[in-house]
């Protein structure tokens, strides 16, 4: 009998513990409070709030940029002021998850543009009209990142240059592309016939062709001209290409490198995208702040050979960070310049105003 009795109260035990556990959920943050000041001895209900406060789990940040941003640079001063973000970018310094490219040939740059295996990209301002075109409206444009670049050199044994009109005549050297189309475009408005040869397409082949003394007057872009003039002691910066272009158009209308992103990037990515445009703009910044230090980034960034050529030419490559408005007021009377007298150097048609990012 007393053995019966004892399975009855097992039984009864275990039911009623089974009731307890049943409606224990609602409290157990409570019940586990209270026995963490029971097993503390002295502990008050107060210290145990603070030690709960103290331990709780910060919530995870959501991510507000794209997994991966693939950035296309064009080497030499288009380049330049992303030489610091790319450092940054490879010491784990930078906010978003970059992949770098440094390119010698722009048509690769907008190839992968039109492609999509590009998100953003460094590369001529009028390139980046092209592709706008080609993709129709496919990109936008970013932030302007480079003024007016080019200089006239000349052999100073051989001739004095002081003015666009003792040009008048003659025939010039210049690199192709957007070189040829800036100092075509100078020369029309200051009313001077000149001819203009391509024989050297490339500014580096042009550059070894000054410096070698066979050719005698020539447009260069910087760094090529600190190269050049470093080489054959006889050569002169004549003109500033630059100055001469603000005399007859609009100043600040010589635009000629720039920064643009996809606009599915941009329309996907705005977080990413604004992430961006702040490291970019620091990064050009560290152009100035230390142009020494600067030079030696854009060397091991693989924007440039040589760090010693850099920090001598970076103070007349006019390097900015340009956006908004400014930006586009600057960039549409460029284009507008362009197209006016050499439609294909835009891609055939002026950018709508969706070219442009006013984010």
């Not at 009864?12 to 503390?40: H, K």
Request: with cysteine.
């Amino acid at each position: 009998m007393k053995r019966i009795t004892s399975l009855l109260l097992a039984l009864c035990l275990v039911f009623a513990l089974a009731g307890c556990a049943s409606t224990a959920s609602d409290d157990t943050v409570v019940e586990t409070a209270d026995t963490a000041q029971e097993t503390a001895g002295e502990t008050t209900t107060e210290e145990v709030a603070e030690e709960a406060a103290e331990t709780t789990v910060e919530p995870v940040q959501e991510e507000t940029a794209a997994a991966t941003v693939n950035v296309m640079v064009l080497n030499g001063t288009t380049g330049f002021g992303m030489a610091k973000l790319i450092t940054d970018a490879a010491n784990g310094d930078a906010s978003l998850n970059y992949t770098f490219s440094v390119e010698t040939d722009a048509s690769n740059i907008t190839a992968a543009l039109i492609s999509g295996s590009c998100d953003i990209a460094a590369l001529p301002t009028n390139a980046a009209s092209t592709v706008y075109n080609k993709t129709e409206g496919g990109v936008q444009l970013l932030a302007l990142n480079t003024l007016g670049v080019l200089y006239l050199v000349v052999n100073g044994e051989v001739m004095t240059i002081e003015s666009l009109s003792d040009l008048d005549g003659m025939t010039v050297y210049a690199p192709a592309q957007n070189p040829t189309y800036i100092f075509e475009a100078l020369c029309e408005a200051a009313g001077v016939s000149v001819t203009v040869d391509n024989t050297y397409a490339q500014p580096a082949d042009l550059r070894t062709a000054l410096a070698a003394g066979e050719v005698d007057v020539a447009v260069l872009p910087e760094p090529m001209v600190t190269i050049a003039c470093s080489a054959n002691e006889s050569l002169v910066v004549s003109l500033d290409i630059t100055e001469e272009w603000d005399a007859v158009y609009p100043a600040g209308s010589l635009v000629q490198g720039c920064v643009v992103a996809r606009t599915e990037f941009v329309e996907e990515n705005p977080e990413a995208v604004a992430a961006f445009l702040e490291e970019y703009e620091a990064s050009i910044a560290y152009l100035s702040e230390d142009v020494s230090a600067a030079a030696q980034l854009v060397e091991e960034s693989g924007v440039f050979t040589s760090a010693a050529v850099a920090e001598k030419a970076i103070p007349n490559c006019n390097v900015c960070f340009i956006t908004g408005e400014e930006m586009k007021t600057a960039m549409s009377s460029y284009l507008e310049i362009l197209f006016e007298l050499f439609p294909d150097s835009v891609g055939g048609a002026l950018p709508g105003d969706d070219f442009y990012y006013l984010g």
